[in-house]
Each structure stands twice: as structure tokens, then as C-alpha cells.
């Protein structure tokens, strides 16, 4: 297995370590409940094996467990996946959380033209809204934002994304950069931010369901 940091854990020991099936763990794929980004492949004295991130897998398949009597799998993977449904996401589903900014909100929904976000759009308006509490953005900073992110969003997939802010010449700047990327600024400019998209999914996840964890 590659080096890394990251704890894994085999197929053969994970259904050993969970009790369940061959079966139950690819369904749960297909239904979205578990990401398929998980699935590694890795060579191994027999061929080849299939290896998870430890805490990650066995973090979800007991939430999974926990929770399929209470709800749909419809219900399961918006909870769970919700970066790979389709559901949108208003003010009435956001603004109990702390980071939230009705402000900000607004401004999005004029740049976006929309009341509604997607999953994508909602973790822009959650950066967003740390940015102004943060004291990293103005007025004017949230509306390029937005803008930004209508134009950013069709070409998207997923959230492995870096988002760096700079400021310059009195307003912010954005690049939106794949996390394959390596990016390299000059050392002068002023980062005001740099934000991973999976961390933030990770704190939004988190905040909508006690036992996320992506």
C-alpha cells in the first residue's frame, strides 16, 4: 500500500471487521451511501486488492447502520453524499449555523439568480460568509465571488478544489485551482485566504449530520 499518513484498511478485512457482505458494500456504493473515491485498488502478493481509508469507512458504514431504519436511501445518500444528489439547499436549511451571514446569503442569491444553492454553491456561501466574519471580504469582494462561482460551477466535478484569495489594489482576487494542482504565488502578494474545498465539505458535512465526517 502507498505510504501515507492515512490509515487503511483492506476489503477482506474490512467485511471481517463489519459483519457485512461483499453484496451490502458494493450496493452501498451504487446507492451513494459510501464514495467511490474510497475504493483503492493496490497492488498485492495475490494480484490485486481493494483498500479503504480506515476511519473513514468504518466511521460511515456504523452511520449507515445506525441510520437505515430511520430513513429512505434517498434520505441515507443526501445525508451521507449529499456533494453527489441533486438537492438544493435554502436560507431555512443554513441559517441556524453559526458562520451563516444573511447578508452574504442575499448576495449570492443575486449573483447566482437563484434562492436556492447546490451542494457546490452552498460551499462557496459557506466560505463566503467565513470570509466577511473573518473580516477578509467586503460588499463588493462577495458580489466577484459569486460571480466567480456561476462562472466556476458547469465546469466542476466533486471538491477536490483549492480556493486562494488575494487581496490587491484594494479588492479581492480568486483562483479557483484542482487540488492535483501546485500552485505558486509570489511570495509578496497577500493571501487572504486559502480554502480546501474537501475540508470545508468535511465542516459542512459535519454540521447537517452528527455522524459525517467527509
Not at 49 to 55: K, S
Request: charged letters at 25%; hydrophobic letters at 40%.
Amino acid at each position: 500500500m502507498e505510504a501515507s499518513m492515512e490509515a487503511w484498511i483492506s476489503k477482506k478485512e474490512l467485511l471481517q471487521a463489519t459483519g457485512i457482505s461483499y453484496g451490502q458494500l458494493y450496493r452501498w456504493k451504487r446507492q451513494n451511501l459510501i464514495p467511490e473515491a474510497w475504493f483503492r485498488k493496490q497492488s498485492s502478493f495475490t494480484g490485486q486488492e481493494t483498500y479503504f481509508p480506515r476511519d473513514k469507512i468504518l466511521q460511515r458504514i456504523a452511520a449507515i447502520q445506525q441510520l437505515k431504519d430511520q430513513y429512505s436511501l434517498e434520505e441515507l445518500s443526501r445525508l451521507l453524499s449529499p456533494e453527489r444528489t441533486n438537492a438544493s439547499y435554502g436560507n431555512e436549511e443554513v441559517e441556524r449555523f453559526a458562520w451563516y451571514d444573511a447578508g452574504t446569503a442575499s448576495q449570492f442569491e443575486r449573483g447566482l439568480g437563484k434562492s436556492r444553492f447546490s451542494y457546490h454553491e452552498l460551499l462557496f456561501l459557506y466560505a463566503g460568509c467565513l470570509l466577511v466574519k473573518q473580516g477578509a471580504a467586503r460588499e463588493a469582494d462577495i458580489d466577484r465571488l459569486a460571480a466567480c462561482v456561476r462562472s466556476w460551477i458547469p465546469a466542476m466535478a466533486g471538491t477536490d478544489y483549492r480556493l486562494l484569495i488575494w487581496r490587491e489594489g484594494g479588492r479581492n482576487t480568486h483562483l479557483l485551482a484542482s487540488g492535483a494542482q501546485t500552485v505558486l504565488l509570489d511570495p509578496a502578494v497577500p493571501v487572504a485566504a486559502d480554502f480546501r474545498l474537501e475540508e470545508l465539505a468535511k465542516q459542512l458535512n459535519k454540521q447537517f449530520n452528527p455522524f459525517m465526517e467527509e
